[in-house]
């Protein structure tokens, strides 16, 4: 596991360049309010597959919250318990600017620009991805370039598909993965776009037959979308400690790892390739698909 996230490391300094975390102040103001309340809140998802899942939020970021509030019970000598909030694509952002939890975990695409949108920073990577997808085993690229494509509005994967196809094509109207993966299974749209990993994941859960279904990874410039995944931290000098923390708890070998191992160990596979893809030197200028991968290899 330590390659892949040395690499991953290093990845993001290529697809999210100049996001630093710098020490301006070592004032404690969140630590202070957790220890003033003895709760550590968290933003997690409900719908994301080994992130957070189901009503009890399981996965990657439930886990990675308790080892955290484990480690500040510790240091400042107080029981600190978890309160996992509920966290949405639309509202992750404001849930950590007005202070209703204290980060956000789940599949947030790191980019400087977000971190300028919306007044936020993001943590070390700790995942990485690129946009696919989903389609009937039986499509072909010529197919789907005549078809409707759907996605969350509002994702980087929206973002993604709009630099390959045209805007007429796009149905960015479902607010969930699961819809749109039912969308493709009905019929009612050729293909829906996501994190390819998430597919996957939401497409288990759905019990759908992976014979029947297989993903298309879209490319600009010989390259997938890639992303790489980070926590969303609250901006501002005087939470600079804070972020040192989330960091630290990622990267650790001895703590952050076996969190890691316990979800994405299946994984591995999935993002060594992703991660050769997304660094891979060959710059031809060309954009399309690559051949269709089945669902279940993934």
Request: with cysteine; glycine share 8%.
């Amino acid at each position: 596991m330590m390659k892949i996230t040395q690499k991953i490391a290093i990845f993001s300094f290529t697809i999210a360049a100049g996001i630093f975390f710098t020490h301006f102040s070592w004032a404690e103001s969140i630590e202070q309010e957790i220890q003033s309340t003895g709760l550590l809140k968290v933003g997690v998802r409900e719908d994301s597959p080994l992130f957070g899942f189901g009503g009890n939020k399981n996965g990657y970021c439930a886990d990675f919250a308790q080892k955290l509030a484990t480690n500040l019970s510790q240091k400042l000598n107080k029981t600190i318990q978890v309160e996992l909030v509920k966290s949405t694509t639309q509202n992750r952002w404001d849930l950590v600017n007005r202070g209703s939890v204290h980060f956000e975990c789940g599949p947030n695409t790191i980019s400087r620009e977000r971190e300028r949108q919306f007044g936020i920073k993001f943590s070390e990577p700790f995942f990485v991805t690129a946009t696919q997808i989903f389609v009937r085993a039986d499509i072909a690229e010529e197919t789907l370039r005549k078809g409707t494509i759907g996605i969350v509005g509002g994702t980087t994967n929206e973002l993604d598909i709009r630099q390959i196809y045209p805007r007429v094509q796009i149905n960015n109207s479902f607010e969930r993965r699961s819809h749109g993966i039912t969308a493709v299974q009905l019929g009612e749209i050729t293909g829906f776009a996501s994190d390819g990993i998430l597919i996957a994941g939401t497409a288990s859960l759905l019990e759908i037959n992976q014979r029947k279904y297989s993903m298309i990874t879209p490319l600009r410039n010989n390259r997938p979308f890639c992303a790489a995944y980070g926590m969303i931290l609250p901006d501002k000098e005087e939470n600079s400690q804070w972020r040192d923390t989330i960091d630290s708890l990622i990267t650790s070998r001895e703590q952050g790892e076996p969190i890691w191992n316990k979800w994405f160990t299946n994984a591995l596979p999935y993002i060594g390739e992703v991660l050769n893809a997304c660094q891979s030197s060959r710059q031809n200028n060309t954009e399309g698909v690559r051949e269709s991968k089945p669902l279940n290899s993934i």
